[in-house]
């Protein structure tokens, strides 16, 4: 573990004071900060403070936060290196409009705001108001999101917009809200270090969120780790159990690890009596999965299954946390809420080192999840209840009649649109969908359809921005001023510590200047600068579960070293706590106060392997300096360095072995929909029958499947089958099928 620790850690302080690290150390003297301020990270959603050093007003550098109750002096590097990445050759500085030719050229920002409302107008006018769509984003400040949020919605009578985290948060979203009542991750960090038992499913923390698994480390109660992944992770190196199972088994694993609990009396009676509905029925249900059941359908022994369960009643404090391996599948919500019921069941839920946690992913979705106006109305409201309508027209002061009664079609929805003809025009910010979309080239052959493509965007050579009509050129993370809410609903303030590039303007202030074009600048009188909209936001969720009515300023949240939600003005008390739980009362959102037990017959994977296409692929994060789509992190030249740059695919050793494959060979691994040339990486930590492709690479994406889970309508990215061939053309077999 210790060894784990420290080649895949974060750079901690002590790196920073050695002469060697990225830190002050090395700042030639003239370079020395004058001031310093603190700022949170835009990457991921663990959301760690960092110490910005300021001359002329101007970032020079940056350390992380020790006394941050998130981070503790601790950061990846990509946060190190957050800075860097700003400076980049390709970032947008003006506008860009595609001329007679083709060929994007700078124009100016009137030009480039008056021919966005024309054309947009334009659109609407031939096709109808719902005939433009936006997509947006989980990494713009909060007060951005709702801006674009009420501005797409009530300013132009947009109808569908829908965010990445779609791609990414949806299923947990609907999770929470079915079982809880509303979409509330429980936890605080602290669970981590408390907890005598973590279970983590599909989540790779020691890569993906870095400092959330040093929390772990510094857990002193020697916690059993267990790891539920396909993937011989760096996660799963450091667990004390690590369960391969199947892609996608999960569903029948849990239901088998109920029964089991059940079987054996390992339950809090208590804590199903007075405070859940539904366990009969889950009782009844869970008979059909016998462990020989199990066994099948997940490829693991009994003994690991049992040994799984028994730990889990064992453990006075079990929390059980999941991320991408559970929310990316064509039956995630029925994963998530499985997961959810092994938490109810034994009662390890509301108390600390317990819960059903959902760890987020950039490092604002649950931002947007509560204020993007997409899924859900402006502060975590329904679009289709009527008095929730009323009250968010009455504190914005506009008109009911402007708020669409139901939400918005989901982002493969408007897609579809797009080839049924019914959406014409797109407005895409801060997001990637020509790398990062399911199933690439249609998306990219969708894309290519409409009459107008707007990308907002830090940079102008992004696979979107090339294919649109309109490039907006935006500031980023660190050229503007807002809030981000991260996993453990901790919100946070970020700040401009740096002049944004030739004419790039923050998010907010294009969207601003969009609202006067547009004619409905009236409607945001009060949204004049980010801390207005914040006090706009609190009055939005004023007696919802989120409400936060009780926080002063930005500067109340700088004090407290940020604030979870929710914070109402009754709460405000005079010590806040710094780590916060929810259901510690054992109270939850529905109208009787109690959590639903969900639960459904499992369905196999849409397309599993066959004779054509043996392997089952598998996507996710590749390492820790690696940022999604790459437009950020491949500017830096430390980041580059710890990462390959051309895209590999992992296969397992016997699989390779078999073929006479070595690391280094280039194969060519082909699906239904595409294929792409990698290089090799030959590994024991993958099953047979199983490869596996980081999502940075923008040729990944060619081969999935577009499949969606039926209720929250995300992509399952992480199983689909594919064929392996030799660039000489002869094709690889697995060892045994997957
Ligand atoms: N360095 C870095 N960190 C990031 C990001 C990044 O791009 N780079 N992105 C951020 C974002 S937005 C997100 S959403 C998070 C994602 O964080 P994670 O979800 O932890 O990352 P992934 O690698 O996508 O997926 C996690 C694991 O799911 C496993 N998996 C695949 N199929 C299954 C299955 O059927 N069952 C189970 N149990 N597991 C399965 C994969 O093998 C993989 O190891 O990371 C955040 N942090
Ligand atoms: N195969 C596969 N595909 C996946 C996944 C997977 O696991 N496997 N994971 C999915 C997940 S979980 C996610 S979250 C998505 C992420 O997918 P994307 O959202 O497409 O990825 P990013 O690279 O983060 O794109 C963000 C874009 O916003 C720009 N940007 C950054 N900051 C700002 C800003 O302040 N303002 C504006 N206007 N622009 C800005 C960046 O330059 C970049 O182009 O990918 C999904 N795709
Ligand atoms: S762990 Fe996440 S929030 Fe912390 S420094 Fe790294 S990217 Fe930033
Ligand atoms: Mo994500």
């Not at 400092?211 to 002193?220: D, L, Q, T």
């Not at 559970?326 to 994963?335: A, F, I, K, L």
Request: aromatic share 8%; glycine share 8%; net charge neutral.
């Amino acid at each position: 573990m210790s060894l784990l620790h420290r080649t895949s850690g974060p750079l901690t302080r002590e790196l920073l004071l050695q002469p060697s690290g990225f830190g002050l150390g090395q700042l030639p003297a003239r370079l020395k900060p004058e001031a310093t301020t603190r700022t949170v990270c835009g990457y991921c959603s663990t959301g760690c403070n960092l110490n910005v050093h300021l001359q002329d007003g101007q970032a020079v550098s940056l350390s992380p936060t020790t006394e941050y109750p998130v981070n503790l002096g601790m950061a990846c590097p990509k946060g190190w290196e957050a800075l860097t990445v700003l400076d980049a050759p390709d970032r947008a500085t003006t506008p860009l409009l595609r001329d007679a030719n083709s060929k994007l050229q700078p124009t100016s920002w009137r030009t480039g705001v008056m021919t966005f409302v024309e054309r947009f107008k334009a659109i609407q006018e031939k096709h109808g108001k719902e005939s433009v769509a936006f997509i947006s984003t989980g990494q713009i400040p909060t007060e951005e999101m709702a801006f674009l949020g009420a501005l797409a919605k009530f300013g132009m009578g947009i109808k569908h917009g829908d965010g990445n985290t779609r791609q990414c948060m949806a299923t947990a979203v609907v999770a929470y809200k079915q079982a809880f009542g509303f979409d509330a991750p429980p936890y605080t960090y602290q669970d981590f270090e408390e907890s005598d038992v973590i279970v983590l499913v599909g989540s790779n923390l020691c890569l993906a969120h870095p400092i959330m698994w040093e929390r772990v480390m510094r857990n002193p109660h020697r916690p059993e780790i267990i790891v539920v992944d396909p993937r011989m992770t760096e996660t799963a190196m450091a667990a004390t159990q690590h369960l391969p199972l199947a892609p996608k088994s999960d569903l029948d694993l849990f239901y088998g690890i109920a029964r089991i609990l059940i079987e054996r009396d390992w339950l809090d009676d208590r804590f199903i009596a007075e405070h859940t509905t539904g366990f009969d029925e889950f009782r009844q249900f869970v008979q059909a999965y016998s462990i020989e059941h199990v066994t099948i359908a997940t490829g693991l022994s009994k003994e690991v299954i049992e040994r799984f369960a028994q730990t889990i009643h064992e453990g006075k404090r079990v929390s059980f946390w999941w991320t991408m391996g559970v929310n990316q599948s064509h039956q995630g919500v029925r994963t998530a809420q499985a997961l959810i019921n092994l938490a109810l069941m034994t009662g390890n839920i509301g108390k600390p080192g317990t819960g059903a946690n959902s760890i987020t992913g950039q490092c604002n979705a649950m931002g947007s999840r509560l204020f993007s106006n997409t899924t859900s109305l402006l502060g975590g409201h329904d679009f289709a209840n009527a008095a929730h309508r009323e009250k968010v027209a009455t504190t914005l002061g506009i008109d009911p009649s402007v708020i669409p009664t139901e939400a918005s079609w989901s982002y493969h929805e408007i897609l579809e649109g797009v080839l049924r003809g019914k959406i014409k025009g797109l407005w895409v910010i801060c997001t990637n969908p020509a790398h990062s979309w399911i199933n690439q080239s249609h998306c990219r052959e969708i894309l290519e359809r409409l009459d107008f493509l707007v990308v907002q965007d830090m940079y102008s050579t992004t696979e979107t921005a090339r294919e649109a009509d309109l490039v907006l050129p935006a500031a980023g993370w660190g050229e503007k001023d807002g809030s981000f809410i991260n996993s453990e609903r901790r919100i946070g303030v970020i700040k401009k510590v740096k002049k944004a590039p030739g004419q790039a303007l923050s998010d907010f202030a294009i969207f601003r200047s969009i609202a006067e074009a547009w004619g409905c600048g009236a409607m945001f009188r009060d949204w004049t600068s980010p801390s207005a909209v914040f006090e706009i936001m609190k009055k939005l969720s004023r007696g919802q579960p989120c409400d936060i009515t009780g926080i002063r300023d930005y500067a109340h949240v700088e004090a407290e070293g940020g604030i979870q939600w929710p914070l109402s003005e009754a709460d405000v008390s005079a010590t806040l706590q710094a780590q916060r739980r929810l259901f510690a009362d054992g109270r939850f959102y529905h109208a009787d106060g109690r959590a639903k037990f969900l639960f459904e017959v499992p369905r196999p994977i849409p397309e599993g392997p066959s004779d054509r296409f043996p392997f089952v692929l598998l996507t996710g994060r590749g390492t820790a300096s690696q940022w999604h789509t790459q437009t950020r992190t491949s500017k830096s030249d430390v980041l580059r360095k710890l990462y390959p740059a051309r895209v590999y695919v992992e296969i397992n050793l016997a699989d390779a072995r078999r073929s006479g494959i070595k690391s280094g060979d280039r194969v060519r691994v082909t699906s239904q929909r595409g294929n792409l040339e990698a290089t090799a990486f030959v590994t024991p930590t993958l099953q047979r029958g199983q490869v596996f492709i980081p999502m940075h690479y923008e040729e990944c994406n060619r081969l999935t499947d577009a499949v969606f889970d039926p209720y929250s309508k995300q992509p399952s990215y992480k199983a689909c089958a594919v064929a392996l061939t030799t660039l000489g053309g002869a094709s690889l077999q697995p060892t045994r099928s997957a």
